[in-house]
């Protein structure tokens, strides 16, 4: 199945930005049930390990990823505490309140957008995207992996899309998960329960942009072309699949 770039209806710029955010805090309260990332956690920390930092820049945050749990279950592997940054373009700074405070500050963020292609040279750091490359045309991954290469920073990317049809499948059923899920998301919004069971806008978007994600995703294949073009001198790159995960991992070696 070739890539479709198409456009997910949480990017356009019409989306009403609170709604944006409620999308967002639902896709991560689910991944985050389900534990999705657990299978390449023990990857990731050998990478930021080889990348010699406890220090991860996390891009394309959204409402704040993985790193809740991800980040103990990281230092418990690395038997060293991990600190944890998180960035975006267009930050959900309600959610990100949220995680910092629940953290005890083992998180922090950038309330300033920040482009994943052009990361200020004060936010050094493993760089991190999670089930967000897919945003990103093929020039942005490069230029993503050139800025990570010419500040010689590790990098990796972690997808649950996949343009495969069992994927697209599993997309479709994000609706009975949203309602399955929805009344044990803290903390309660009453827009939350109209948008999703009264008006059920937040499980369709879910299910329409799951499937274009899943359009959207890049290949192992394709991933291995970007670090051609991305010219990265002595770099060492990890690629492949863990449990629904494909995983792909880059830091500087020599």
């Not at 991944?31 to 390990?49: E, K, M, N, S």
Request: a positive charge; one cysteine or more.
């Amino acid at each position: 199945m070739r890539r479709a770039n198409l456009t997910e209806i949480h990017e356009q710029a019409w989306f009403p930005s609170r709604l944006r955010d409620d999308v967002t805090d639902t896709l991560q309260f689910v991944f985050d049930t389900i534990r999705i990332y657990r299978p390449i956690a023990a990857r990731l920390a050998a990478a930021i390990r080889a990348s010699k930092t406890n220090r991860v820049v996390d891009l394309c945050s959204g409402a704040g990823g993985p790193w809740f749990w991800l980040r103990e279950e990281v230092a418990r592997l690395d038997r060293a505490p991990v600190q944890v940054i998180l960035t975006d373009r267009y930050p959900n700074r309600a959610a990100l309140d949220r995680i910092a405070k629940l953290s005890g500050n083992g998180i922090c963020y950038s309330r300033e957008p920040v482009d994943a292609q052009h990361i200020p040279s004060a936010l050094a750091g493993f760089r991190t995207i999670f089930s967000s490359l897919h945003h990103l045309t093929p020039d942005e991954v490069v230029g993503t992996l050139r800025d990570a290469a010419a500040q010689r920073q590790g990098i990796g990317f972690f997808e649950a899309a996949k343009r495969r049809p069992r994927t697209m499948l599993y997309a479709c059923f994000m609706p009975l998960a949203t309602w399955a899920l929805v009344p044990f998301m803290r903390p309660f919004r009453f827009r939350r329960f109209v948008w999703t069971y009264l008006l059920p806008v937040i499980p369709f978007v879910l299910m329409y942009d799951g499937v274009v994600s899943c359009r959207r995703a890049y290949s192992p294949d394709e991933l291995r072309g970007f670090t051609m073009r991305a010219g990265a001198e002595n770099y060492a790159w990890e690629i492949g699949e863990a449990g629904a995960v494909t995983y792909f991992l880059g830091y500087p070696v020599g």
